[in-house]
């Protein structure tokens, strides 16, 4: 699959004709002297879009571990040439785990905030914008040199976007869940933790969820998402797990087999 910048992809894998991501970078834009050398501003950023049987779509923002003067070329590079619908969001995955290095530059030894990035994301937001932080617990303070996630990047985000999730804090952090996108005729929304185990338990023994039944199925197989050694998790075993237990049967899913890769990719390539 090629989603380098500006290209346009429809339908991926068993997911259908409702799916298009647009590519942002790797580009010219993000080639130059300040930003090529670092392995985290060569993240791809690409815009996913998610589209519902009668139109209604969702929109994505996924900007990997990029920092400030990438994204920011980003936006600007869009809005020179006239496509900004690819810069709009229902749903922004906080860059670089909630880091600050999204809106603060260091000069002169202090960390500076830059509005204006703010200020972009905020613009090309849709109503009911949620920004969701992938990472740990949102610390109560930021100590000298910490790893992300920084409090005073999830502060800039709260003041900015109408919503803001830490999935490590969702719903809580005792009993953390997975957070669920849904598209419906209603538009796109953040699938509340009561509803997705009601839908998974509803799903478990055959029951139908009504003019949400769409919505049920989403929530049911998020929950139904992670393989142990053995065999494929079914919706009826996860309506019995905690949140915790179904963050790791996901995780596990991801990371596939135990097993060493057999080829070098990525940054390891000879």
């Known amino acids: 699959m090629t989603c380098g ?4 992809l429809c339908g991926v894998d068993e997911l259908g004709p409702f ?8 580009s010219l834009v993000a080639v130059a002297d300040d930003c090529a050398a670092a392995r985290n501003d060569t993240s791809l950023a ?4 998610l589209t519902e049987d009668g139109g209604k779509d969702g929109k994505m923002l996924l900007f990997g571990d990029l920092a400030y003067e990438t994204i920011m070329k980003i936006f600007n590079y869009s809005e020179e040439h006239d496509r900004e619908q690819y810069l709009e969001w229902n749903l922004l995955l906080a860059p670089h785990h909630c880091s600050k290095k999204v809106m603060y530059v260091r000069e002169d030894g202090k960390d500076v905030l830059k509005t ?8 090309h937001a849709r109503d009911g914008s949620v920004v969701v932080a992938s990472s740990g617990v949102i610390p109560s303070s930021d100590a000298t040199n910490a790893n992300p996630p920084h409090r005073m990047a999830a502060d800039r985000y709260k ?19 997975p957070v669920v996108l849904g598209v419906d005729e209603n538009g796109a929304q953040i699938i509340e933790d009561e509803f997705v185990e009601l839908s998974a338990k509803s799903a478990a023994i055959g029951k139908a969820a ?4 769409r919505l049920t199925e989403v929530a049911a197989a998020a929950t139904a998402a992670g393989r142990f050694a053995g065999g494929v998790v079914t919706v009826a075993q996860t309506a019995s797990m905690s949140g915790t237990e179904r963050v790791h049967a996901a995780i596990k899913t991801d990371r596939g087999s135990q097993e060493a890769p057999t080829t070098t990719v990525g940054f390891g390539r000879d």
């Open 5 to 8: 910048a500006g290209s346009l």
């Open 19 to 26: 799916v298009e991501l647009h590519g942002h970078v790797p």
């Open 46 to 49: 690409m815009q996913v879009t």
């Open 116 to 123: 204006d990035i703010l200020e972009v994301f905020e613009q």
């Open 159 to 177: 003041e900015y976007a109408d919503r803001f999730i830490c999935t490590m804090e969702w719903p809580s952090v005792e009993d953390p869940s």
């Open 210 to 213: 009504g003019p949400r039944r």
